[in-house]
């Protein structure tokens, strides 16, 4: 018998005593657990409990998954810590009225249980799943700036021990089918049209709940404990500075105080997140997360089928961008006036396919998915042509214009550029308005996002096919104006020219690169250079400077390395030497300028106020995307335009006034701070033509 559909729960009870409890949120495609969603478990609970069944079964009526997580928009609703902890009590009291419960409960999961949705597997006593590739268990909360709330921290330790549990509470990232077994964090692992008979079989024979091994349950006894505890700490601290993410830390200090026992380990727990989301690294963290929705959100869906790829150009950007599209199911195509360039791609894309995909079936058929075609035979069956050829304005045109006649007419014709203006490769088509720029960054492996570049001729339904390719290859879509530079690199440069200003006023490069790093960039700009390439940086600076009209700045650092032909990472010296793909550095001497760090950080974001004055992106919180996905800035920070706000725009705009009196007209703050200072940039405009959605 069963029980119509209530809300976000349904329930049914078989002939055998076992209660089925489907997750189902309404009017979503994934579950999350929502105030509401886990207000409604509770009421469902106390009722079962009554019941008193044979045993519970939690599953999910959803086929994307499990559950999500928790809500994460309530988090940004919480005013103070008094609210989040109030929020955080509620649902741990859900959970600790299921863990309570006197007879079998199994959480029967599939695809994804994360975050919350592990919690409330954890909170039941055994865990049986879909054994497939698509089973992704974790806990990724300290990616968001706090860590689990719902008796994650204290749960999972007990479940699978100290050095495990402390492997998905610290990093955050997700353990697959096999390794979830190994651990112990699943019972049992079937076929999909197994799960609801193994869910009946621990429920009708109930074997003894798995618990951590003796030997990871002594490192949690109190004589123990501070032994463990300086090795963990190390370990976190040699990644991340605890003023930066503060999450890490906490959870290694919950466990060392209550060694993951007894009602106190859960009050603190509460305490700790509650603490933890009022910070500026979880309010900058969260933030990038909704950001990061908000660009999967702008692709929409594509009118037409986009899994025939043709990339021209076989070098180190072509190559990597034709693997990772066979990577992510695409058939690919590689087409390069030299021949010769072809095999060597192809061999490294099956290096990397190895160290990726691991199983040998894969492998295969990825590498199958890839295959040569010097000729572009390939050419009039793509659903997308990707240019990727040098730098060079002439030479792409060029060949668009060569491609153009033999593309099929509703195929997606995209350049690769980083700089070069759209609308000036486009000039010589018959029909411009199909070109958009597909910026992708290198390592195109490693780097999220892909600037969608427009040019005026550039029609929406390209953009929005760009988009939606992009969301294909799981990248970011981030639709822009096509002006020198882009968004990305228009920032980014001034960044890097600012640094070889120091250093040619003889800071030394560790030190300029210790003060971003302070700041929380994930490397310095003189590194970065070097990992781009110092001859791309200089041609890249080139063009954005003549195209806004501004002098090509002639940086002597910079300048004499490249006459020496010492290009960066590539080359195997640049700024600094390189050895086995890590850049040689002496130790951080000396003291650094006062105003370093400001002169680093405050070009950049000055940039960034120049794009949104001339709206090279839609708004604010877009320009914010591109600089966190495309440069890596300080993600705990929030954006740019969010670290403005939260040291004051006024502030700002007169540090630079400052900096710009001492080392010149470079700092002059740009107008367009006057729009975030006067609120007209600091909430979501309505949507532009480069955002509407494609709808199917």
Known sequence: MSTPDRGHWRIERDAEQIIWLWADKADASANVLSSEVLQELDGHLATIRSEAPRG??????????????????????????????????????????????????????????????????????????????????????????????FGGTVRSVQLIGVKAAMRLLLTGKPVRAEEALRLGLVDRLVAAENLHAEARRLILHPPRPHRAPLTERMLSWAPIRPWVQPSLTAQVASKVRREH????????????????????????????????????????LIRVFLLQDRLKALA?????????????????????????AALRGCRVSLQDSDATRIPPALARAREWFQSRLREPDKVAAAVQRLSADPEGLALAEADVVIEAIVEDLQAKRTLLQQIEPRVKPDALLATNTSSIDIGALGAGLKRPERLVGLHFFNPVAQMPLVEIVAAPASSEPAVRTASA???????????????PGFVVNRVLMPYLQEAMHAAAEGVPFERIDAAAVAFGMPMGPVELADVVGLDVA???????AQGLGRPVPDL???????????????????????????????????????????????????ECAACLREQIAADADLIDAAVIFGTGFAPFRGGPFAYARARGVNAVVERLQALAQRHGERFEPDVGWALLASGAAASRPPRTSLEQPVKS
Not at 300 to 324: E, F, N, Y
Request: include cysteine; glycine fraction near 12%.
């Open 245 to 284: 993410y503060p999450a890490p830390f906490a959870i290694i200090d919950l466990w060392s105080r209550f060694g993951a026992r007894g009602p106190a380990a859960f009050e603190a727990e509460a305490r700790s997140i509650a603490r933890l989301f009022v910070s500026e690294t979880a309010r900058g």
């Open 538 to 544: 200089a041609h890249v600076g080139a063009i954005v």
């Open 556 to 606: 002597e650092p910079l300048r004499a390395r490249i006459a020496a032909g010492q290009l960066g990472r590539k080359s195997g010296a640049g700024f600094y030497p390189w050895q086995d793909g890590k850049a040689i550095k002496a130790p951080v001497s000396g003291t650094a300028p006062e105003d370093l760090t400001d002169r680093l950080i405050l070009i950049l974001l000055n």
């Open 300 to 324: 929409g869906k594509s009118a037409t089928p986009l899994q025939q790829v043709h990339v021209i150009g076989a070098g180190v950007m072509g190559g990597d961008i034709a693997a990772w």
């Open 469 to 483: 390719f992009a969301r294909t290859l799981d990248k970011l879509p981030l639709p822009c104006r096509s002006v």
């Open 56 to 149: 519970l079964v939690v599953l999910s009526a959803k086929k994307s998954g499990f559950v999500a997580g928790a809500d994460i928009k309530e988090f940004t609703r919480i005013q103070g810590e008094d609210s989040g902890y109030r929020l955080i009590h509620a649902g741990q009291a859900v959970l600790d009225r299921l863990a309570a419960l006197p007879f079998p409960t199994v959480a029967a999961l599939h695809g994804f249980a994360l975050g919350g949705g592990l919690e409330l597997a954890l909170a039941c006593r055994y865990r049986v799943a879909v054994g497939d590739e698509r089973l992704t268990l974790g806990l990724p909360e300290v990616q968001l700036g706090i860590h689990p709330g």
